[in-house]
């Protein structure tokens, strides 16, 4: 697969991604190289990617606990006291090879430490192949608040190795296809057509939908790399979706949620309010719920549960003025941004997805 270049970023896949790797790494005179891992990357990804790592350079590994709960400005500050610790100087590389959470947070570590040191990431995950790969979002949440606290930085490189997909559990997997789905809805039918029959893909078939995805990400950043305009259209799902994901995250009586599994959740009611507010087609609502929740099974929202996530859209980084704004659909490929929806419609949102 051809790589591609995104702003400040080239992104590498499979075959291309090591020899551009020691060739970046040959070419700088970086003085350290920090590897950011969290057990399950140190596990299963970390020896396969140093066996293809030609360099002489001091290398240390950095572990940090997995998982969304983990992704805090405490655990920055403790990166940030190893850096300090190993003797990290402006002149380090870091490399972060994990999902969304490490690919966030360690470009943000790398971006603020020292006033901003070179990295690399090393996307693991399918979620963080399609998502986290381009735009340069790091950064972490602010308690069970997604995202709250980064800068927009890009890394030197992004490398896209597929064959770590294969070290994923199924729930990863469909975490990651959640953002692909979503890929589609805001594209075009063509996309979208691809994911018809979810039974039917191939990891080979992955490869080119996650070439494809990213190339769908890299024109729409690119366009809009701060998020004024069209890039907010990449948030299709995300306005509801981040408030379960963050309601399920800091509830103890509930099972915390992957975020493609919460944008999933997220698709299905913002595709029920576009059919009330832009006469988007009834019937495609229904396919893309059936489809949706026939891959990613139900999750029950109590209608108790309603106003407390209804609570937590006002923490949206869409929000302006006070105001709540979703993505919609007009049709499959025509995403509506800055749309204002009453809390009514939202409360029959989650009840088409609970009936």
Not at 180 to 207: A, P, R, V
Not at 304 to 316: A, F, Q, R
Request: aromatic share 8%.
């Amino acid at each position: 697969m051809d790589s591609i270049t995104a702003n400040d970023s080239i992104i590498h896949f499979n075959e291309n991604c090591y020899n551009s790797l020691n060739k970046h790494v040959s070419e700088h005179n970086f003085s350290k190289i920090f590897i950011l891992v969290d057990e399950n990357t140190h596990q299963y990804c970390l020896a396969q990617f140093l066996e293809k790592l030609e360099t002489t350079i001091t290398i240390e590994i950095i572990e940090i606990e997995s998982g969304e709960i983990n992704k805090t400005i405490d655990t920055c500050v403790g990166i940030w006291n190893t850096l300090s610790e190993l003797d990290a100087d402006r002149k380090s590389l870091m490399i972060n090879i994990g999902g969304g959470v490490i690919t966030d947070m360690g470009g943000f570590v790398a971006c603020t430490f020292k006033r901003g040191i070179a990295y690399i990431n090393v996307p693991t995950s399918l979620l963080s192949m399609v998502d986290a790969s381009v735009g340069g979002k790091t950064g972490v949440d602010l308690g069970s608040l997604k995202n709250q606290i980064g800068v927009i930085s890009n890394p030197n490189l992004v490398l896209i190795d597929t064959n770590f997909l294969e070290t994923l559990p199924k729930n990863q997997m469909r975490s990651g296809l959640a953002e692909m789905l979503k890929h589609g809805l805001i594209t075009g039918e063509s996309y979208w057509s691809n994911f018809k029959d979810l039974s039917q893909l191939s990891l080979n078939d992955l490869d080119e939908l996650i070439h494809e995805s990213v190339m769908i990400k890299k024109h729409v950043v690119e366009e809009d790399p701060y998020e004024n305009g069209l890039r907010k259209t990449l948030n299709f799902g995300h306005t509801l979706g981040h408030a379960i994901e963050s309601y399920f995250l800091s509830s103890e009586n509930k099972t915390v949620l992957l975020h493609g599994e919460a944008i999933a959740i997220g698709m299905i009611l913002a595709s029920y309010i576009s059919t009330e507010l832009l006469a988007f087609p009834k019937q495609t609502t229904l396919d893309i719920k059936d489809l949706l929740i026939n891959y990613y099974g139900k999750v029950n929202i109590d209608e108790s549960e309603y106003s407390t996530i209804i609570e937590l859209l006002k923490y949206d980084k869409k929000n302006n003025h006070g105001n709540v704004n979703f993505v919609l659909l007009e049709e499959i490929g025509k995403p509506k941004i800055d749309c204002i929806v009453e809390e009514n419609i939202i409360i029959n949102a989650f009840k088409f997805y609970e009936n």
